[in-house]
């Protein structure tokens, strides 16, 4: 059975809407040699905790395609070895000074645990500087190919310079659509799911 793994966004969970969609359309509505199992975790919040958890998933699951969002596309980026798709990737979150901030945040989706609140601290900015530092240290020329990038043009959310630097490092392997930060189901529909399919690999 093919594997597709989901990687949230910050402050959302494995219970988001684009998470339903997909698996709408890789199961319910897919032809059965088409299908695909969506695996959607939770993120946890502190960097240095997450990426061990992530890459652990990862090799226990072994999916076919890593699709990343926003900062979930931060860490799939980092999956090295797996065929991945990062969504309007944020490389560098600590630089939203409005989004990730010392204090209390509300989760965007129902979490696991059912936590509904989480409290960033100096110590969590602090892992996600480090992490940001070293984040494309792990690449190698048998990576370059495997690694693709999706940046909406209207995305006013993200650094100007996020999708040179991905192309630094990953030439050829970014494209531009119409669209702004935040993942719905026209993008997903019109965007993502055409580019899925166009790899073939599910």
């Known amino acids: ?48 905790v997450a990426m061990p958890k992530l890459e652990e998933l990862a090799y226990e699951e072994m999916p076919d395609l890593v699709i990343g969002t926003s900062m979930g596309g931060f860490y799939a980026q980092q999956l090295h070895g797996f065929t991945r798709i990062c969504v309007n990737p944020s490389f560098w979150l600590t630089k939203k000074y409005d989004i990730l901030y010392v204090g209390k945040h509300k989760w965007l989706n129902r979490r696991k645990d059912g936590e509904t609140e989480f409290h960033v601290t100096k110590e969590t900015i602090a892992h996600f500087q480090e992490m940001e530092a070293h984040q494309f240290d792990g690449v190698t020329d048998d990576d370059r190919t495997l690694c693709h990038a999706l940046f909406g043009d209207e995305d006013t959310l993200l650094s100007e310079q996020t999708r040179p630097v991905f192309e630094q490092h ?9 669209g702004g930060h935040r993942m719905n189901d026209y993008i997903v529909t019109h965007t993502l799911l055409p580019y899925i399919r166009g790899l073939n690999i599910i």
């Open 170 to 178: 990953y030439p050829g392997m970014s494209h531009a659509f119409p």
């Open 1 to 48: 059975m093919k594997k597709i793994l989901y990687l949230h966004g910050f402050g959302s969970s494995g219970a988001s809407g684009t998470v339903d969609l997909l698996r709408r359309e890789f199961w319910e509505r897919s032809e059965v040699a088409h299908r695909a199992v969506v695996v959607a975790p939770d993120i946890p919040l502190d960097p240095f």
